[in-house]
């Protein structure tokens, strides 16, 4: 069993500096893995005194000829612990694969970097209905990016995407099945023992697996405590740093 652990992406924001460390240090709390732009990693790492820092991308590379990217043992020196990989919008809008997700996430696993593998369904699924071909979608997306890993080190998140920034989260029913599909998943990728009697929403993998999408003060305790995700994964609402706040105060329970 873990700690529930509330992560803020705060994808291209804030745009200045100050902004930034007014943010961070709101949001600054145990329990809280806070990822901002690179360019504000330095003002938010000195600011966050409770909880952790991460970051939204790294290359799969730890240094060399590859102009533009950030190295993820750059990141690690500079007290970044958390990194996340393959999320939907870099899926979407910057055409990564699970393949590139797969080399960057078997090089800061090994690096010791907490590693959040995004997954979730395509915009088109509405998750108003438990289909087998959205599933098969995200078995895959396992399949692929978690291909010759070892699970330590391992976050996943839950990210569907028509959840993502739409305002319109998924019912915690559905949210919970589908954590349930992807548990499921990992103990066939790793080779979990676990009894064939148990039931599996019981089942301690230890691997946590967050749910983002559209989370806000007023639904984040019903997929932490209802469906018994580990964590969240926050987008919009993370930039508010009073209602992050109220999100924050859910983990206290
Ligand atoms: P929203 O919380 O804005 O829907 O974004 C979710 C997300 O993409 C977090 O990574």
């Given at each position: 069993?873990?700690?529930?652990i ?14 930034a ?8 709390r ?9 360019v504000?990693?330095?003002?938010v ?18 240094k060399?000829?590859?102009t ?25 809008i ?20 907490k ?19 959205n599933?098969?979608?995200i ?5 692929e ?19 993502i ?6 019912p ?26 148990e ?26 405590y ?8 926050v ?6 740093g ?12």
């Amino acid at each position: 069993m873990f700690n529930k652990i509330i992560i803020a992406n705060w994808k291209m924001n804030p745009d200045n500096r100050e902004e930034a460390e007014k943010l961070a240090s709101l949001s600054d709390r145990e329990g809280v893995v806070i990822c901002p732009p690179f360019v504000f990693m330095e003002t938010v790492l000195k600011a966050v005194k409770k909880g952790k820092v991460g970051a939204q991308n790294c290359f799969c590379e730890e240094k060399g000829a590859f102009t533009g990217e950030v190295s993820p043992l750059a990141l690690k020196n500079m007290g970044c612990e958390y990194v996340i990989t393959g999320h939907s919008e870099r899926r979407n809008i910057l055409q990564e694969t699970s393949e590139n997700v797969n080399r960057k996430a078997k090089k800061t696993m090994n690096l010791g970097l907490k590693t959040v593998v995004c997954v979730g369904e395509k915009k088109e699924c509405k998750c108003d209905e438990r289909d087998y071909e959205n599933a098969e979608y995200i078995k895959k997306q396992l399949q692929e990016s978690l291909l010759e890993t070892s699970p330590e080190n391992l976050i996943i998140a839950y990210e569907p995407v028509s959840a993502i920034g739409s305002g319109c989260p998924i019912p915690t029913y559905i949210a919970k099945d589908r954590m349930n599909f992807i548990k499921k998943v990992l103990i066939d990728i790793y080779q979990i023992k676990v009894d064939d009697e148990e039931d599996i929403a019981s089942v301690d993998i230890n691997i946590p697996i967050l749910y983002g999408g559209s989370v806000n003060k007023d639904n984040a305790s019903s997929y932490l405590y209802d469906a018994g995700f580990d964590g969240l994964l926050v987008g919009g609402a993370s930039l508010n740093g009073e209602h992050f706040q109220k999100i924050c105060e859910k983990i206290k329970k």
